[in-house]
C-alpha cells in the first residue's frame, strides 16, 4: 500500500529524503538500506545546501580539520540511514531489529549495576551518533524498561508526528523537551529508579543558557540537566551506537561519571560537564563518519566557533550559494529514477 507523501515546502530537503525513505524502506532489505542511504546521500551533495554546509561545519570541527565532500556524504548517509531506521521501527520492529548487534555483556551489566546502586535512577547519555534507536530498542529487548527525552513542536507536523511514532516503536516512554511538565516527568522516572535517554551533546534552546565547558577546541553550550540531577544522586552513564552497516551495529555504555561536591558555586556542575562532555565528544571525534546532526540548532555552538576560529571554512560555505529548493527536488527526481 503506498503511503501518501508528507507536504513539501519550498527548500525542505528533510520532507523529501523522509518521502523518499518511506516510500523504499518496505521494500528494500534492511542490510541494503545503508548503502542505499549512501547514494540518497550523494544526491544531496552533489550541489550546495544549507544542510550539506552545517554538515560540513561540523565534521569539519569534529575532525579537527576541513571535511571532504566523502566525509561530508558520510556524515549525511548516518543520517539518512537513521530515517530508515525510523520507517523500519514503526512498521516492522522485528525485521528492523533483525541485525547483528555488538553489545558487551559488560556494557549491559554496567547499567544493571548502576541501577541496583542509584539512589535515583540513571540517565544513559548518548550523542548524535549511530543508530541511537536501535540502541534504545535493544536496551528495551534485554529487560531495561527506559524514557526518551525528544524534541517536538507544539503543533506536530506530519513529519515530526512520523519520527515521534518511529522513537515511540523502541519501546520507551518519550518525554517532551522544553514542556513546563518536563521536569517533572523526568524526575517522577527517577524516583522510580527509572532509566532516561537523553541526547546530551547539544543544548536545544535559545530560551535557557546552558554550561559552559570546552570541547572541540573551544567554548561550548551543554545541557544542565545531567549536572543537576547528577547532585540529586541520579548517575549518568555515558554511551554510543555506531553507524548501521550492511552487517548490523555496536553498542556500548561506560562506567558513570562521578559527580564531586564542591563549595564553590557552580564548579561541581561545570567539572562534571566538562567529563561528561570529553567522553561524549570523544565518541564523535573517534567515529566522524557516524555523526549524522546536520538539523539547525539554537544559538549553534559549532557556527560560533567557526566564527572564532575557523573563518576558512566560513569562507568556504560562503562561495557555495545554497539551493536547498534544487536540492529537495534532485532528491525527488532520483528517487523516480537512478535510486529505484
Not at 68 to 82: E, F, M, P, S
Amino acid at each position: 500500500m503506498t503511503q501518501q507523501a508528507f507536504p513539501r515546502g519550498p527548500n525542505d530537503i528533510q520532507a523529501a529524503v523522509v518521502n523518499l525513505v518511506r516510500r523504499l524502506a518496505p521494500s528494500v532489505p534492511v542490510a541494503h538500506q545503508p548503502g542505499l542511504a549512501g547514494r540518497i546521500a550523494e544526491v544531496i551533495a552533489s550541489r550546495p545546501s544549507t544542510m550539506a554546509n552545517d554538515m560540513f561545519l561540523r565534521q569539519s570541527l569534529i575532525r579537527g580539520g576541513t571535511a571532504t565532500r566523502a566525509q561530508v556524504v558520510d556524515g549525511l548517509a548516518a543520517w539518512v540511514t537513521v530515517l530508515f531506521d525510523i520507517d523500519n521501527l514503526q512498521h516492522d520492529r522485528r525485521r528492523a531489529l533483525d541485525l547483528k548487534v555488538d553489545m558487551p555483556d559488560e556494557a549491559l551489566d554496567r547499567l544493571a549495576r548502576a541501577l541496583s546502586r542509584s539512589c535515583n535512577g540513571c540517565i544513559v547519555a548518548v550523542p548524535h551518533i549511530g543508530g541511537i534507536e536501535l540502541f534504545a530498542s535493544h536496551l528495551k529487548d534485554r529487560g531495561f524498561d527506559f524514557s526518551f527525552v525528544y524534541t517536538i513542536g507544539n503543533e506536530p507536523t506530519p513529519l515530526e508526528q512520523w519520527i515521534y511514532r518511529g522513537r515511540s516503536a523502541t519501546g520507551g516512554t518519550p518525554i517532551a523537551f522544553g514542556r513546563p511538565s518536563t521536569g517533572f516527568e523526568i524526575a517522577k522516572v527517577l524516583r522510580g529508579n527509572g532509566i532516561v535517554l537523553m541526547v546530551v551533546d547539544v543544548y536545544p534552546t535559545a530560551k535557557y543558557s546552558g554550561i559552559r565547558i570546552s570541547i572541540h577546541g573551544d567554548a561550548f553550550n551543554y545541557p544542565p540537566g545531567p549536572a543537576r540531577l547528577a547532585e540529586t544522586g541520579t548517575l549518568v552513564l555515558p554511551a554510543f551506537a555506531s553507524r548501521r552497516d550492511a552487517q548490523g551495529f555496536s553498542m556500548s555504555i561506560l562506567d558513570p561519571i562521578d559527580y564531586r561536591p564542591s563549595p564553590v558555586l557552580h564548579e561541581a556542575a561545570t567539572d562534571f560537564s566538562q567529563r561528561l562532555a570529553s567522553r561524549t565528544a570523544g565518541f564523535s571525534a573517534e567515529r566522524p563518519e557516524s555523526y549524522w546532526l546536520w538539523h539547525p540548532i539554537p544559538n549553534d555552538p559549532y557556527l560560533a566557533i567557526a566564527r572564532r576560529k575557523r573563518p576558512d571554512l566560513l569562507e568556504l560555505v560562503a562561495a557555495q550559494l545554497p539551493d536547498d529548493e534544487a536540492v529537495a527536488v534532485a532528491v525527488e527526481e532520483a528517487g523516480t529514477s537512478s535510486l529505484t
